[in-house]
């Protein structure tokens, strides 16, 4: 339940966060909590959300498309719904600039190897874009999905904040970083 108040306070904060109504929704079944200790301290945390995305908005699509989560992946088109894990942005107190990059860099290999294991693309707030090593990832518009919480409101760093009721089951478009190589973009 410290999750607005560690490593540091943020508007989810049980105590008075100005969303902290949107607090319960981080033990949603599709989010999980990263946290990395240092010298016994939680100095590092980020939301990973499971959902799914797309490069193209919901109306352009003109079939309806489910995510089998239990299949491979087979190669992607960039008019299909894809399963996605989603790194949110990273909060962190008393680290340097080496120990957040650090922090960023074996956060993102974690969540790169849950990825690969589930056939899922890897998709990051753009607050990593000036700190991780590898630079292989570009700015990219793409459509995610807002999943509905069974807390009714959740909070969304990269989503613009707060999201109701009515946003839930729907597609918001954001620039976010995603893998070069996907898109046949150049690096950053």
């Known amino acids: ?6 490593p540091l306070r943020s508007c989810i904060s049980y105590r008075n966060g100005p969303s902290c109504d949107c607090l319960l929704s981080c033990f949603d079944a599709n989010k999980k909590i990263l946290f990395i200790k240092y010298n016994g301290k939680i100095v590092f945390r980020a939301i990973l959300r499971l959902t799914k995305g797309s490069f193209v ?3 352009e699509r003109k079939t309806i498309e489910f995510v089998d989560v ?3 992946s087979k190669p992607r088109e960039n008019k ?3 399963l996605v894990l989603f790194l949110e942005r990273y909060y962190q107190s008393g680290l340097n600039k080496q120990q957040i990059r650090k922090a960023v860099n074996l956060t993102a290999m974690l969540v790169k190897e849950k990825v690969e294991k589930l056939g899922a693309r890897f998709v990051l707030s753009r607050n990593y874009k ?3 090593e590898n630079k292989n990832y570009v ?4 459509y995610m999905y807002i999943s509905a919480s069974k807390n009714g409101s959740q909070y969304l760093d990269s989503l613009g904040g707060a999201a109701g009721v009515s ?5 918001t478009c954001n620039t976010f970083l995603l ?5 046949g973009e150049k690096s950053l």
């Open 1 to 6: 339940m410290q999750i607005g108040e560690v």
């Open 57 to 59: 908005a919901a109306d």
């Open 70 to 72: 239990t299949a491979k």
């Open 80 to 82: 299909a719904e894809e």
């Open 130 to 132: 000036n700190v991780l």
């Open 139 to 142: 700015l990219t518009n793409f």
């Open 167 to 171: 946003d839930s089951g729907s597609y």
């Open 179 to 183: 893998e070069a190589e996907e898109k």
